[in-house]
């Protein structure tokens, strides 16, 4: 990362190392462009969301804003973020305290999009606490590193009774020709699933959630991995079963998340 800054101020060698070190925390990462970020209510709720539940009080939305805006001003017009909510009094969350949540941004070259398609391989794995987009990253790369040696692009993660859920960085949807459908499973509610979520119902595409299990996937299906860098990644494969990779069902999903339209930070 270029710049780090915490609570508006830039870190100094302290609070670099309090952040190397802490694994409870949560975070979330965006594309800024002019300015300018999709979802960006989307993520200033996530934040506020998830600091509740980890430190017992919310984050202001003007505070979010304040801090990043502080942190993008007067650089390049196209950087990645990540804003990391911390604690400094660690003992005081072990004893189940409240406190005053810490805001980290660090500022960064600007991602490409991949353009696949991937091969994935199926585990069974589960996050911890999968609908906060927590720190603990360790089984992640672990599962994604272990489908790379195995001669696979990333991980398609299943949980405990089978189901499809998500994969390492991303959502994962399926679209048989007519609906788009997402997995019915504990997974991270990741801000671009919800982004493209909006537009297809803006642009009347059926969308829903039901379970998807490994048995259920034909050569018929396309899927595709979601994240903020990828909206729409085709996958060329699971487990080494071809599915079907078609540029028309790629760029309908990219203009259902371009309908989303910037927000100002």
């Not at 300015?35 to 934040?47: S, T």
Request: with cysteine; net charge negative; aromatic share 6%.
């Amino acid at each position: 990362m270029d710049r780090v800054e915490v609570n508006g101020v830039e870190a100094d060698g302290a609070d670099l190392r309090l952040l190397a070190r802490t694994s409870y925390a949560h975070f979330t990462s965006m594309q800024v462009r002019g300015g300018a970020v999709r979802g960006l209510d989307l993520h200033v709720e996530r934040l506020d969301e998830s600091a509740r539940e980890l430190f017992g009080r919310g984050l202001d939305a003007e505070r979010v804003r304040s801090c990043l805006r502080h942190a993008v001003a007067g650089g390049p017009d196209a950087v990645s973020v990540r804003i990391t909510v911390f604690a400094r009094r660690m003992d005081a969350v072990s004893r189940g305290e409240a406190v005053e949540p810490e805001i980290a941004v660090a500022v960064g070259a600007p991602a490409e999009a991949e353009t696949g398609p991937l091969r994935l391989r199926s585990v069974e794995y589960e996050r911890d606490v999968p609908h906060v987009k927590h720190a603990g990253t360790f089984g992640l790369v672990h599962q994604r590193r272990q489908a790379a040696l195995a001669g696979y692009d990333d991980a398609l993660f299943t949980d405990r009774r089978g189901r499809i859920s998500e994969a390492s960085v991303w959502n994962v949807c399926f679209y048989d020709g007519d609906r788009v459908v997402w997995p019915e499973a504990a997974v991270l509610p990741g801000i671009t699933m919800r982004l493209l979520r909006r537009g297809l119902e803006a642009k009347g595409v059926p969308c829903e959630r039901r379970e998807i299990r490994l048995g259920d996937l034909t050569p018929a299906l396309s899927a595709f991995l979601t994240n903020s860098i990828s909206p729409a990644l085709p996958v060329a494969s699971v487990d080494g079963m071809d599915l079907t990779v078609d540029p028309a069902a790629t760029n309908l999903l990219l203009d259902c998340y371009e309908t989303n339209p910037w927000q100002p930070v």
